[in-house]
T-cell receptor, first 113, second 114 residues
Framework: GENVEQHPSTLSVQEGDSAVIKCTYSDSASNYFPWYKQELGKGPQLIIDIRSNVGEKKDQRIAVTLNKTAKHFSLHITETQPEDSAVYFC????????????FGTGTRLLVSP | DVKVTQSSRYLVKRTGEKVFLECVQDMDHENMFWYRQDPGLGLRLIYFSYDVKMKEKGDIPEGYSVSREKKERFSLILESASTNQTSMYLCASVKGTGGGYGYTFGSGTRLTVV
């Protein structure tokens, strides 16, 4: 079945710097790759997603890139702010015809003022 | 505002108790999921349901069961709680069967088994 690896497990940056989180997946049939942000005491919230027919997607300060050949995808956050501090999860779809996601182990991002 | 609501934020139960975790969604979603979240392990799928009265085992179903009698409600049952089931439990839902949509998560239930 699908396996998703996520790196790094923790990431500390200064406010204004960029942050990059990387994930790899194993199932070449995966076609949907969402990213979630989890703030303290809350459930994960979808922040951006990308489908396999697209190589890059951007939404203001966040962007996601997908390399299907290498089976990896990345989250890029530019001009980081303290409120970006959270745990970020990547995920990849598993199986066909059904919405099942396999999640990475999470990255704790700390943005220092 | 669309919502997935988990009935309890915090629960403390004793070893051997039968525990019910409730989840309700108001988005008319077909698919519902129960995950547990543990540090360093990410989110692991316990059970999911793609229709009323339908259920499928996820990656770690041992010690758990589920019930989905109505479309909006998905319950997770710990038949006999054990200390290794101390964890954060997250419910999620998503529409459709074709894939390519993001989940909506509840806020989670932090369960402690003593």
């Amino acid at each position: 079945g699908e396996n998703v690896e996520q790196h790094p497990s923790t990431l500390s940056v200064q406010e204004g710097d960029s942050a990059v989180i990387k994930c790899t997946y194993s199932d070449s049939a995966s076609n949907y790759f969402p990213w979630y942000k989890q703030e303290l005491g809350k459930g994960p919230q979808l922040i951006i997603d990308i489908r396999s027919n697209v190589g890059e997607k951007k939404d203001q300060r966040i962007a996601v890139t997908l390399n299907k050949t290498a089976k990896h995808f990345s989250l890029h956050i530019t001009e980081t702010q303290p409120e970006d501090s959270a745990v970020y999860f990547c995920a990849a779809s598993a199986g066909t015809g059904f919405q099942k996601l396999v999640f990475g182990t999470g990255t704790r991002l700390l943005v220092s003022p | 505002d669309v919502k997935v609501t988990q009935s309890s934020r915090y629960l403390v139960k004793r070893t051997g108790e039968k525990v019910f975790l409730e989840c309700v969604q108001d988005m008319d979603h077909e698919n519902m999921f129960w995950y547990r979240q543990d540090p360093g392990l990410g989110l692991r799928l316990i059970y999911f349901s793609y229709d009323v009265k339908m259920k499928e085992k996820g990656d770690i179903p041992e010690g758990y069961s589920v019930s989905r009698e109505k479309k909006e409600r998905f319950s997770l049952i710990l038949e006999s709680a054990s200390t290794n089931q101390t964890s954060m439990y997250l419910c999620a839902s998503v529409k459709g069967t074709g894939g390519g949509y993001g989940y909506t998560f509840g806020s989670g239930t932090r369960l402690t088994v003593v």
